[in-house]
């Protein structure tokens, strides 16, 4: 059911509800989700919610198992009895709230959140918190930090355990932002809650609590752009790389959206993908690449650029397309002239995508204009030239032309 229908719609007792807790338990609920967790006959929550909710008799307790998506399977199957389940903070931000709405109808949920983690860090800290970036490495690569890494730049962080600060503060180092300032916040709310400061480059504090906030004020150089057309020296390559000026142009044909998924066929070093994933933190890609050399490269490359879910493909098009996801938008860099890989990839593609194809060769230029000829769209031709020293003078030295073709399918 649409929960945006422009209609009234009644308000039924819900089987499920959903309580947010803070580091104060029941003293910091409203009557509400107390109400909420008395009425259930199960209550379901990690072991520490459970410790910060007293026990009631004929009650039935449930730790929630590992791996996540057993409880999410577990409590399926209770549907239609009154079930609580405890979590942390706002259900809704990066919480089983946002995963369970995707499984239940809403109507059947209530969810009651409390102050998230990052709300909290930044009353603490008194920063404005639409001026932020909130993440989670929560069971989540710490990567994905590189894209924000930026002069000036306010990070609130939820941390994956006691030891994330330290890496948190080896990796702002590494990347030449050791003079960040980070303050880790423990036990927000609670009569233990506490905060450590100090700068990434000379972090010396012990690990933390587990549940802690990491807030980072960058300070330092060398943050990433997020617009296409990284430089070269971003990457770890063997030459097959698309150049700067063309990439950039390349990703403005293909025009990443929010969620889409992109297949990088003959990926290369995985530029194109990778720069299509940082557009959006919601954009997705798969990189299809058969050297094996070059399959470490885009590893690597993933994660120094702060895409770590880039998806490595490993094999030749088109037999490594097979049973992939549908995408949004295909960029042939490489194998345009091998049987069959565009009209396949022409007919994988959903309709509106975009499909873009780089051609160098005489050969797969002559594929591109005929590609042209049948599907329509649009063709050009990128020359860029760069200075280079001739003797005593300077000339421009001109790399070799690229055929761009962009179609988008019906």
């Not at 009631?56 to 009895?81: D, N, T």
């Not at 709310?189 to 972090?203: F, I, K, L, N, V």
């Not at 070093?269 to 885009?298: K, Y």
Request: proline share 6%.
């Amino acid at each position: 059911m649409d929960s945006m229908t422009d209609r009234k719609t009644a308000l039924t007792a819900p089987w499920l509800t959903i309580v947010g807790l803070g580091e104060d338990g029941l003293d910091g609920l409203g009557a509400r989700a107390r109400q909420a967790i008395a009425a259930a006959t199960i209550v379901v929550g990690g072991e520490r919610h459970l410790r910060l909710v007293p026990e009631q008799a004929g009650q039935q307790r449930l730790s929630w198992p590992s791996p996540f998506s057993k409880g999410i399977a577990m409590v399926l199957e209770m549907r239609g009895r009154p079930v609580c389940i405890l979590a942390t903070g706002d259900p809704m931000h990066y919480g089983v709230g946002a995963t369970l709405s995707q499984r239940i109808p809403l109507e059947e949920m209530l969810i009651l959140p409390a102050s998230s983690a990052f709300s909290l860090a930044a009353s603490r800290l008194g920063w404005a918190l639409q001026d932020c970036v909130c993440l989670s490495v929560h069971g989540r690569p710490l990567e994905l930090v590189h894209p924000h890494l930026h002069p000036g730049a306010k990070l609130l962080i939820l941390s994956d355990g006691g030891h994330t600060p330290k890496l948190l503060a080896e990796l702002l180092t590494q990347r030449h932002f050791g003079a960040s300032r980070l303050a880790v916040l423990e036990h927000m709310g609670s009569p233990s809650e506490c905060r450590q400061d100090g700068s990434a480059a000379t972090w010396h504090h012990p690990d933390s609590a587990d549940m802690n906030v990491v807030a980072i004020d960058c300070a330092g150089h060398g943050g990433l752009c997020a617009l296409a057309g990284l430089p070269e020296s971003a990457y770890l390559h063997d030459g097959q790389l698309t150049k700067r000026d063309v990439r950039a142009a390349t990703l403005a044909r293909l025009a990443p959206e929010p969620g889409h998924l992109l297949w990088d066929v003959g990926a290369g070093c995985g530029s194109i993908g990778i720069e299509w994933m940082r557009a959006h933190p919601r954009c997705r890609a798969v990189a299809v690449e058969a050297n094996v050399g070059r399959q470490a490269l885009i590893e690597r490359n993933k994660l120094a650029l702060g895409v770590p879910g880039l998806i490595v493909v490993a094999g030749h098009a088109p037999e490594a397309l097979q049973g992939l996801e549908q995408p949004d938008a295909i960029f042939i860099g490489g194998g345009l002239t091998a049987l069959d890989v565009p009209k396949i990839c022409w007919e994988a593609l959903k309709p509106g995508g975009r499909l873009v194809v780089n051609a160098v060769t005489v050969e797969s230029q002559t594929l591109a204009m005929a590609l042209h000829k049948t599907w329509g769209g649009e063709l050009c031709q990128i020359a860029v030239s760069h200075p280079e020293p001739l003797g005593q003078f300077t000339i421009w030295r001109a790399a070799l032309p690229v055929v761009i073709f962009t179609a988008v399918k019906t």
